[in-house]
């Protein structure tokens, strides 16, 4: 089946930088895409989503990406902290409330 | 209001053998899915209960098996346990069947099989 990805397995940051992690997905049908913070020994946490009729939305420090013609996602964080640290993973929907997961990426901030 | 929880925490089995792990959703919440989430991947549905029958499935062989009661908790039940069902199972509850809102997910149940 169709699958969602991620380009960078780890991505190591400063602390007061900005890190983008981002996303591929495959499934032209997916309208409805979600990232998730997941931290060691906790299940993921929701962080942002965004529809397919939306390019672009913002949130607290967070901002996600859609692009839709070249199926990409991202996600940005603003000034990162050392409590950002986490695996963050990008999920789809096509239509149902089962969003499929892509492998993650495993943010680290450096103080 | 205290989220999703599930237990046990931890879990230690040998092969052939079954587990029953338990799962409370948060309040207000009637619809429970689960998840197994493998060491370094992302988690893969395995299923989802509302109104006490299962929905939906995913690709998971018959060994696993679920359960939801009328307070809208619910079980997940694996038989025959193969090493490779080593991993952390999640619970994730929401508020409406079919709905878009985003699921709460609980803290996991890490399972070992040796």
């Known amino acids: 089946g169709e699958s969602v990805g991620l380009h960078l397995p780890t991505l190591s940051v400063q602390e007061g930088d900005n890190s983008i992690i981002n996303c591929a997905y495959s499934n032209s049908a997916s309208d409805y895409f979600i990232w998730y913070k997941q931290e060691s020994g906790k299940g993921p946490q929701f962080i942002i989503d965004i529809r397919s009729n939306m390019d672009k939305r913002q949130g607290q420090r967070v901002t996600v990406l859609l692009n839709k013609t070249v199926k990409h996602l991202s996600l940005q964080i603003a000034a990162t902290q050392p409590g950002d640290s986490a695996v963050y993973f990008c999920a789809e929907n096509e239509g149902s409330y089962i969003p499929t997961f892509g492998r993650g990426t495993s943010l680290i901030v450096h103080p | 209001d205290a989220g999703v929880t599930q237990s046990p925490t931890h879990l230690i089995k040998t092969r052939g053998q079954q587990v029953t792990l338990r799962c409370s959703p948060k309040s207000g919440h009637d619809t429970v899915s689960w998840y197994q989430q493998a060491l370094g991947q992302g988690p893969q549905f395995i299923f989802q209960?509302?109104?006490?029958?299962?929905?939906q499935r995913g690709n998971f062989p018959d060994r696993f098996s679920g359960h939801q009661f009328p307070n809208y908790s619910s079980e997940l039940n694996v038989n025959a346990l193969l090493l490779g069902d080593s991993a952390l199972y999640l619970c994730?509850?929401?508020?409406?069947?079919?709905?878009?809102?985003?699921?709460?997910f609980g803290p996991g149940t890490r399972l070992l099989v040796l």
């Open positions: 209960y509302y109104e006490e029958e299962e929905r």
């Open positions: 994730a509850s929401s508020p409406v069947r079919g709905s878009q809102e985003t699921q709460y």
